[in-house]
């Protein structure tokens, strides 16, 4: 609940923006050229500093003038009086930087805000600034060094700039978190697990029907296990996903993914396995003397067009392992007909390249761990959540559209075609 403070300030502000909206009055400011000369010796970026600091003295002093009318002026339709002036702040460019701001009081000998002053020593441009210039990897300890542009600026201390990224973060994870999904529409959903600092981190990445890409959400376990996944897809749908639409689902090869996808979406879903992930666990099964010949097999049969040219040459493969090494053939039986739901579906090459692997979360987490790199030691509670979140959210600003986004039209009619047949299979041998 906002304190009493609070609210008088945010009616300050109403009543500033009402003002000018309504009133317009102006707002001179005059340097003259000699002053203008001393500042340029440090730089334009100083002038401006400097210029930008006397500007809202003004803006303070025009809207007191508003509220109170000029100094030592009898005025009938004053609403307060001036009551001297106080030291107060603003923040510019991320940090603190002290005024003196001016004092009003109303015939109830009430504190009359200031609007302005109000607008002007928000934490909002503050909180921004300490999460954007940390996600670009300035760590804490650094922080004021590199942003204090005021000899006399503050705020920008370790511990502060640390509290300060606490708060911005937990509000980063909230909003991600609960961010509604209602209006979005996906032709594939991309869930991964990624072991990261001890702990395994699950994440859904939906790519729209325009090619763009979105972070749906992630969930925090010890393991990739059902539970987890389950609990992720669960709150997915209660902010708006809508699993009945047939949609191709992209996983690893880990059984709790499957299970956990086949339980919400049920027959709606198509499951795509990762084949990076599939060629990768039938070549650690190998020695390497073999794994130089099994590899472009895999390849090569992973990259043919027409579903039964790809079948046939891993069926052969899958023979001839069978005679090397048993446990290799059985990993690559193993979910082989899911690894080829891109080939049924007949996607174009280009399109295909994006869908036939969880490669986006892997990318998307190559981000993260760039976010991450300058957190020295990781706390218990939210801290690796909080961290996570937010390399989410840099990673999701510089997504661009999926490879082949225009084959999409023709994905989505194949999709739902193959969709159909299956049910309608389903439906007879029932």
């Known amino acids: 609940m906002p304190k009493r403070y609070q609210i008088a300030g945010q009616k300050a502000v109403r009543e500033f923006?009402?003002?000018?909206?309504?009133?317009?009055?102006?707002?001179?400011?005059?340097?003259?050229?000699?002053?203008?000369?001393?500042?340029?010796?440090?730089?334009?970026?100083?002038?401006?500093?400097?210029?930008?600091?006397?500007?809202?003295?003004?803006?303070?002093?025009?809207?007191?003038?508003?509220?109170?009318?000029?100094?030592?002026?009898?005025?009938?339709?004053?609403?307060?009086?001036?009551?001297?002036?106080?030291?107060?702040?603003?923040?510019?460019?991320?940090?603190?930087?002290?005024?003196?701001?001016?004092?009003?009081?109303?015939?109830?000998?009430?504190?009359q805000r200031l609007g302005s002053y109000e607008l002007f020593r928000r934490n909002a441009p503050l909180d921004k600034a300490v999460w954007e210039k940390l996600m670009l990897g300035l760590s804490t300890r650094n922080y004021g060094a590199a942003v204090k542009q005021f000899a006399d600026a503050y705020g920008v201390e370790k511990s502060v700039v640390s509290e300060r990224f606490i708060q911005v973060s937990r509000a980063k994870v909230k909003a991600l978190l609960e961010r509604s999904l209602k209006d979005l529409r996906f032709c594939a959903i991309v869930i991964d697990g990624t072991p990261y600092k001890g702990r395994h981190m699950i994440v859904a990445v939906g790519i729209g029907q325009d090619g763009t890409k979105t972070v749906l959400g992630f969930r925090e376990g010890a393991t990739e296990n059902a539970t987890v996944v389950s609990e992720l897809l669960e709150d997915m749908a209660r902010r708006g996903l809508d699993f009945t639409q047939p949609c191709l689902y992209a996983l690893d090869g880990a059984k709790a993914l499957h299970t956990a996808v086949r339980r919400h979406a049920g027959e709606a879903a198509l499951i795509q396995r990762c084949q990076l992930h599939k060629k990768r666990n039938v070549l650690d099964h190998l020695a390497e003397e073999h794994q130089g010949?099994?590899?472009?097999?895999?390849?090569?049969?992973?990259?043919?067009?027409?579903?039964?040219?790809?079948?046939?040459?891993?069926?052969?493969?899958?023979?001839?392992?069978?005679?090397?090494?048993?446990?290799?053939?059985?990993?690559?039986?193993?979910?082989?007909?899911?690894?080829?739901?891109?080939?049924?579906?007949?996607?174009?090459?280009?399109?295909?390249?994006?869908?036939?692997?969880?490669?986006?979360?892997?990318?998307?987490?190559?981000?993260?761990?760039?976010?991450?790199?300058?957190?020295?030691?990781?706390?218990?509670?939210?801290?690796?959540?909080?961290?996570?979140?937010?390399?989410?959210?840099?990673?999701?600003?510089?997504?661009?559209?999926?490879?082949?986004?225009?084959?999409?039209?023709?994905?989505?009619?194949?999709?739902?075609?193959?969709?159909?047949?299956?049910?309608?299979?389903?439906?007879?041998?029932?």
Request: glycine share 6%; proline share 4%; net charge positive.
């Open 17 to 111: 923006r009402t003002l000018a909206a309504q009133q317009n009055p102006l707002v001179q400011l005059t340097l003259p050229l000699a002053e203008i000369v001393a500042l340029l010796q440090e730089g334009v970026g100083h002038l401006l500093r400097q210029a930008g600091l006397q500007l809202m003295l003004l803006i303070m002093e025009e809207e007191a003038r508003q509220l109170a009318g000029d100094r030592h002026q009898p005025d009938a339709d004053r609403r307060a009086w001036r009551w001297g002036t106080e030291k107060g702040f603003c923040v510019v460019d991320g940090q603190k930087v002290p005024i003196d701001r001016v004092r009003l009081r109303t015939p109830q000998k009430r504190e």
């Open 293 to 430: 010949w099994v590899e472009p097999k895999l390849n090569e049969a992973y990259a043919m067009f027409e579903y039964a040219d790809a079948r046939k040459a891993l069926d052969r493969l899958h023979r001839e392992l069978a005679e090397l090494n048993p446990s290799a053939a059985r990993s690559l039986a193993e979910g082989l007909e899911e690894t080829l739901t891109v080939h049924r579906l007949r996607v174009p090459t280009l399109l295909r390249k994006t869908l036939a692997s969880t490669n986006v979360i892997e990318s998307t987490f190559s981000v993260v761990e760039t976010v991450c790199r300058n957190v020295k030691r990781w706390r218990q509670g939210d801290q690796l959540e909080r961290w996570i979140a937010s390399g989410l959210l840099v990673a999701e600003r510089k997504f661009r559209r999926v490879r082949g986004y225009r084959e999409i039209p023709q994905f989505l009619n194949s999709l739902s075609q193959l969709s159909q047949k299956g049910v309608a299979k389903r439906a007879g041998a029932a």
